[in-house]
């Protein structure tokens, strides 16, 4: 396991829940993974986001990354923050096409048969913060496993500065949807509460 300084040499970053800035980069995740998209879904205990590559090619899962339900709203803080950076530095990321939609959408189902998911990445790298750095063209993504008595970087994943605003809109996306279905689930265990007992009253007769 090497050192390794951020921010990267732009001197932009933004950090979510680290204390430092220096996180320990073990070699098999130092060069990274490139990736034109993500798939974030939703489980019980986690969300686990899956950074595609599709380049010339049959996609792939480049890196899966799974997050604590509390730290996404974090990541998706953190990476607003750094996109205004990003902004009032290089202006806005160019807009990327919109993909065309299917007719109907596809399953999770349908959809990973089509995507190559790597054995060695079926468990994915937990993270329970990130780092984030850029350059004019493009982002870093280094998240980290905050745990004693060091941090490390357990995925790195690069995305060109035009992904970026996709990202956020999709992690702020769930973020809302899963609040929204916390509260609906908090409001059906809400234990209901009974009408009170009908009053008897009665009137005095005046002679």
Do not use: W
């Not at 998911?117 to 079926?122: A, E, I, K, T, V």
């Not at 913060?129 to 995925?155: C, Q, R, W, Y």
């Amino acid at each position: 396991m090497s050192q390794h300084n951020q921010p990267p040499s732009d001197g932009n970053s933004q950090q979510v829940q680290m204390q430092h800035v220096t996180a320990r980069v073990p070699e098999s995740v130092s060069r990274g993974a490139f990736s034109t998209g993500v798939i974030i879904m939703t489980g019980g205990s986690e969300f686990i986001l899956d950074f595609v590559q599709n380049i010339g090619g049959p996609p792939l899962v480049a890196s899966r990354v799974v997050m604590p339900h509390g730290a996404l709203p974090q990541f998706a803080d953190a990476l607003k923050k750094n996109l205004g950076m990003y902004t009032d530095r290089f202006g806005q990321p160019p807009e990327l096409p919109k993909p065309p939609q299917p007719a109907k959408p596809q399953t999770a189902q349908e959809l990973y048969d089509e995507l190559k998911l790597p054995d060695s990445l079926l468990s994915g790298a937990y993270a329970n913060g990130v780092m984030i750095g850029h350059t004019a063209s493009e982002f870093k993504l280094d998240f980290l496993t905050n745990l004693f008595p060091h941090s490390a970087v357990s995925a790195r994943v690069y995305l060109s500065a035009p992904q970026v605003p996709r990202l956020l809109e999709s992690l702020t996306s769930t973020c809302q949807q899963f609040q929204e279905r916390v509260r609906q689930q908090q409001q059906a265990q809400r234990p209901q509460t009974p009408p009170p007992p009908p009053h008897d009253s009665t009137e005095d007769e005046m002679g």
